[in-house]
């Protein structure tokens, strides 16, 4: 039997832990792109994780985050160069496009100055359409020199406008601070509110312009049809006589009746009541024209039933002819709708 000394663990042998061969192909990739050394390893493991062992752990995962944020930083980098080359090409694509544009301008005459030639166009009229061109060339060309001269004008007016109004919160922001809480309070509440109504007038307003061109729209649709023309005007005249008839019925709500008008001259004659033995003769009178007033009340008050009654029936006769008026009428629109 052998009688060799068994190797101890820190010694070299040829099938140990350091003898074996490791792969770069065999890292083990983490989901967060770290990559670390899968050992084999072979006897008894450290029984023991002192501090040296974890600071030994967290060096190597130091080293590995060291690793992949140069190696991100190095991609960002990267990224950057080539954003400022896709500007820089960006910009002379531009360029180019401009250049283009302009060569096209010079093909689009040299074109022109060929198809004259071949055409043996007459240099009187050459020179007569370019005098026509340059007529409006410098027209257009004084426009936009008034349209700029306005514009510029306009941006300083608003210029102006805007720096007067900064102005005005300053001051308005001045005499906030000056005021006292309660003012202050009482001003932002309405301050809120006026930006409250400032928006629902927007609404509003775009509210009412929609009503309008709705408006436009019917008008248009009704001038261009007659028979809807005629029906407004119906509508127009049954809404007349309806109000007609409203004020007549108030009217007759407010006439007294008879018994009112005998209670009221009755309550009058109370209070004179300590004159009656002195004016007999002018309170006879007196009863006598009441009496007749009273006739007359009640006149009035029949006639004016009797006028409603007629209005009623005239209301309705009115409303039926209308409605008769209004079938025909619908009745011709859809035949002519159906010839067409």
Excluded: C
Excluded at 96 to 106: D, R
Excluded at 290 to 309: A, C, D, G, W, Y
């Amino acid at each position: 039997p052998s009688t060799a000394r068994p190797n101890s663990r820190g010694s070299s042998t040829t099938g140990g832990v350091l003898s074996s061969q490791i792969k770069v192909a065999d890292r083990p990739v983490t989901q967060q792109g770290l990559s670390g050394i899968k050992t084999a390893m072979k006897g008894p493991q450290r029984q023991i994780m002192d501090k040296t062992y974890f600071l030994g752990v967290l060096r190597s995962k130091t080293n590995e985050l060291t690793t992949e944020i140069n190696k991100l930083q190095e991609e960002v980098e990267m990224y950057k160069q080539e954003k400022s080359v896709y500007l820089s090409y960006e910009k002379r694509a531009e360029t180019l496009a401009g250049e283009i544009k302009e060569f096209q301008g010079q093909l689009a005459d040299f074109n022109m100055v060929v198809d004259i030639l071949n055409t043996s166009t007459d240099m009187t009229e050459v020179i007569r359409e370019y005098n026509m061109l340059k007529v409006q060339n410098d027209q257009d060309a004084q426009s936009m020199d008034k349209i700029f001269t306005e514009r510029q004008a306009t941006e300083k007016l608003i210029q102006a406008v805007e720096e007067d109004i900064e102005h005005e919160k300053f001051v308005a922001d001045d005499i906030m601070k000056d005021m006292s809480q309660e003012n202050q309070a009482k001003y932002m509440e309405m301050k809120a509110a006026n930006e409250k109504l400032s928006q629902e007038l927007v609404v509003q307003q775009q509210e009412l312009d929609v009503l309008n061109v709705k408006e436009e729209s019917l008008r248009a649709e009704i001038a261009q049809s007659g028979v809807k023309q005629e029906a407004v005007q119906l509508y127009e005249k049954l809404h007349e006589l309806k109000e007609r008839r409203d004020q007549m019925i108030a009217e007759d709500k407010n006439v007294e009746s008879p018994q009112e008008e005998r209670e009221r001259l009755l309550k009058q004659a109370r209070m004179n009541k300590f004159f009656v033995v002195r004016v007999v003769k002018d309170d006879s009178q007196k009863i006598a024209s009441m009496e007749r007033q009273l006739t007359e009340v009640k006149e009035k008050t029949n006639h004016f039933k009797k006028v409603i009654q007629q209005l009623d029936m005239d209301l309705e006769n009115h409303q039926g002819e209308e409605n008769w008026k209004y079938r025909e009428l619908k009745k011709r629109e859809e035949s002519i709708d159906s010839k067409l």
